[in-house]
């Protein structure tokens, strides 16, 4: 399976905004308004780049937890 670059950096921008806000929801808002611009700019909106934005938020999340029990 081949993941384009593109859904890495919304993975690893999801990460990093959770790592700066520590909110799922806030990683899934921005997400969304990525995704709404890119309706808006470009003519289309992807599902999968919202889902890879929240997944990285999701693995960020798993990570603090983790960080916390050390």
Do not use: P, R
């Amino acid at each position: 399976m081949n993941i384009g670059v593109d859904k890495k950096l919304h993975f690893l921008g999801g990460a990093c905004i959770y790592f700066t806000v520590e909110s799922l929801l806030v990683v899934a808002i921005i997400g969304l308004l990525k995704e709404v611009w890119d309706e808006y700019d470009y003519g289309g909106f992807d599902y999968v780049d919202l889902l890879a934005t929240v997944l990285g938020g999701i693995v960020g999340w798993g990570t603090m937890l983790i960080k916390m029990q050390l």
